[in-house]
Nanobody, 115 residues
Framework: QVQLVESGGDLVQPGQSLRLSCAASQTIFSFNAMGWSRQAPGKQRELVARITYGGTTNYADSVKGRFTISRDKSKNTVYLQMNSLKPEDTAVYYC?????????WGQGTQVTVSS
């Protein structure tokens, strides 16, 4: 069973940065893709960033230029570097991984951007 554990969520002020981590229970190269989604209160979950097995990255328009997804094979971890945070980035951030015809999700980590 694949396990994904997120960490790094926090309360920060607008304009500050935060890095989220997603540690997988197996090698991240066993997945077709991994990524981050977020869900704000009263809103649908939205894809934030994605990285494929081959290293191709995709971002939501709302975070392009501010967020960066990366990975560390040696640590089986995917990261989401978030810069210039805005109040509208406030949400629970979830890590996910695609493997064959299955999708796995972490438990989520709260990010709150407020002055």
């Amino acid at each position: 069973q694949v396990q994904l554990v997120e960490s790094g969520g926090d309360l920060v002020q607008p304009g500050q940065s935060l890095r989220l981590s997603c540690a997988a229970s197996q090698t991240i190269f066993s997945f077709n893709a991994m990524g981050w989604s977020r869900q704000a209160p009263g809103k649908q979950r939205e894809l934030v960033a994605r990285i494929t097995y081959g290293g191709t990255t995709n971002y939501a328009d709302s975070v392009k230029g501010r967020f960066t997804i990366s990975r560390d094979k040696s640590k089986n971890t995917v990261y989401l570097q978030m810069n210039s945070l805005k109040p509208e980035d406030t949400a629970v951030y979830y890590c996910y991984a695609d493997q064959a015809n299955k999708q796995y999700w972490g438990q989520g980590t709260q990010v709150t951007v407020s002055s």
